[in-house]
């Protein structure tokens, strides 16, 4: 398997504040990796660093093969609110990633990709309407649609779920697995929910508290669609992840979920 991501040594200081202490981790090509850890421990940090938004101190990552300056064009972002365009309906959102990136003649050829899209997420026949009138999990599909939609090697997910109810979210994990599925795009995953990384992962990196290092890198051989209540393995890597959540310090009750 190639490697899509490299983390190699990578340190970071922020406002004298040490961010990352020596972090190291990959992602295969066409692999779903979580990225879990407590809140504010740096797992978002990462993506900005994987988009070229952050330099590190010290270390490199590589995003298949090059610097993130050079590699930028490959990946795709999912962010925890859709930050979609009020004043465009949701084919025109999905279009809006084509054509900021690469034009707006190519985002007018785009049109018939971007229904496709739309179908694969469940959206065709909302194509016209305007965000408002989308909930907020159909809002989250327009914005997976609209990443998509530059047909990126890599898409990187941040928290894209967290600010959705449980039913909300338990459909759209079952969805983006779907996706991932069909799509075979490499996908790298921050959560602080376990149950969300053992639904989706094929392995599952898990972060400390600050100065950020790995703890651990599990990898998650259960089949798909997985069922946490009735597989005795998953159980175990379950228990196990919650007693290093609990391990970590400084420990909260926000940090540490159920």
Not at 20 to 39: I, K, N, R
Not at 94 to 118: N, Y
Request: proline share 5%; aromatic share 6%; hydrophobic share 45%.
């Amino acid at each position: 398997m190639n490697t899509a991501i490299a983390f190699e040594n990578v340190g970071l200081a922020l406002g004298g504040e040490r961010i990352y202490d020596s972090v190291d981790f990959t992602v295969g090509e066409g692999e779903f990796v979580c990225l879990l850890g407590p809140s504010g421990c740096g797992k978002s940090t990462s993506l900005r660093i994987i988009g070229d938004l952050l330099r590190p101190d010290n270390g490199r990552v590589l995003v298949n093969g090059r610097a993130p300056a050079e590699g930028w064009s490959e990946i795709a972002f999912v962010f925890q609110s859709p930050r979609l365009a009020p004043w465009r309906n949701a084919l025109a959102n999905v279009l809006l990633g084509v054509e900021l990136r690469f034009g707006k003649a190519a985002a007018r050829r785009s049109t018939d990709k971007a229904r496709e899209l739309l179908a694969l997420v469940g959206l065709l026949d909302s194509a016209a309407k305007y965000p408002l009138m989308l909930s907020g999990g159909e809002r989250q599909r327009v914005a997976i649609a609209r990443a998509l939609a530059v047909d990126p090697a890599i898409i990187l997910f941040d928290e894209p779920f967290s600010a959705l109810d449980p039913n909300t979210r338990g459909r759209l994990r079952a969805e983006i697995e779907r996706i991932w599925l069909e799509t075979k795009k490499t996908i790298l995953f921050v959560t602080h929910d376990i149950d969300e990384a053992l639904t989706l992962a094929d392995r599952i990196v898990l972060m400390s508290n600050k100065p950020t290092r790995v703890l651990e890198d599990i990898r998650i051989a259960a089949p798909r669609p997985r069922n946490l209540n009735d597989d005795h393995a998953l159980a175990a890597i379950k228990t196990r992840l919650q007693d290093l959540f609990h391990s970590l310090e400084p420990a909260t009750t926000e940090d540490s979920p159920s």
